[in-house]
């Protein structure tokens, strides 16, 4: 039985005094029981959540992190540097990371690498754009993608990651993929793993993202495929990320 995560993904938002109040609001009504919880801030909050989050149930991460343990990489953070601060994850290869910033899959499969050799479970995020699935490539997107980190990582060490599958077209667009067509994906990116290794397919958790909201996430998440999810904006506000988690 996979446990469901649901996972907050702050992006580049937040300050300090907005940063105290999400974490009062997550300590005082998320419920762990229901999921494991993990939130993604800004690294420069990250000893802020290790101080408050120290007796809580709710995990945290970096949004990205370099390769290497460390060197000449200025603007870089290291995983050791994520892990010493006490990230249990990192994210790898964010669409935003991919279009934004020109991350290839091979970096993203480096990085993936990267994560699991230092200890830091990496939650590696797929996806593809709305041309993509018009012109009916979604499942090859997203299986070469997941192919790609495999290439180097091995096909046993993937249930060692998290997967996020992202349709880029969802993302803050408050366009959320139906759940049938999140449970057509996440099937697929399943079946595709499966072929490679039963047991791997069986084990990796799949958490769906883009546009999540509370009145959304009971429908996804009742879907035997999708195991939690990764919310932008909506993890912003207390009440309705409460309602995601409690969803679970
Ligand atoms: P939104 O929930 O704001 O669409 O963001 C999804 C996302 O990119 C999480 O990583």
Not at 10 to 37: C, I, P, R, S
Not at 150 to 176: F, H
Not at 195 to 205: G, N
Request: hydrophobic letters at 45%; aromatic letters at 6%; a negative charge.
């Amino acid at each position: 039985m996979r446990r469901t995560i649901v996972a907050a993904n702050w992006k580049m938002n937040g300050d300090k005094a907005e940063v105290a109040e999400l974490l009062n609001g997550f300590k005082a009504q998320l419920d762990t029981n229901k999921a494991d919880v993990v939130v993604f801030a800004p690294a420069v909050f990250l000893p802020k959540l290790e101080t408050e989050l120290a007796d809580s149930a709710i995990q945290f991460g970096g949004q990205n992190a370099w390769t290497e343990p460390k060197g000449a990489f200025t603007g870089e953070l290291s995983l050791g540097m994520l892990k010493e601060f006490g990230c249990t994850y990192v994210l790898v290869g964010h669409s935003e990371r991919r279009t934004i910033f020109g991350e290839s899959d091979e970096l993203v499969a480096a990085k993936t690498k990267a994560a699991l050799d230092a200890g830091v479970t990496p939650m590696l995020c797929i996806g593809e754009t709305l041309e993509e699935r018009e012109e009916g490539v979604t499942e090859k997107v997203v299986t070469e993608q997941v192919q790609a980190v495999i290439d180097v990582i091995g096909v046993e060490a993937l249930a060692d990651t998290v997967i996020a599958y992202e349709p880029v077209w969802a993302i803050g667009t408050g366009k959320t993929a139906t759940a049938e067509q999140a449970q057509e994906v996440h099937a697929a990116i399943r079946a595709f793993i499966a072929k490679q290794s039963a047991e791997v397919a069986e084990k990796v958790q799949i958490l769906y993202g883009g546009s999540v909201k509370a009145a959304s996430a009971a429908e996804l998440f009742a879907k035997p495929d999708v195991d939690g999810g990764l919310v932008g904006g909506a993890s912003l506000l207390v009440e309705e990320f409460a309602g995601i988690v409690a969803a679970a």
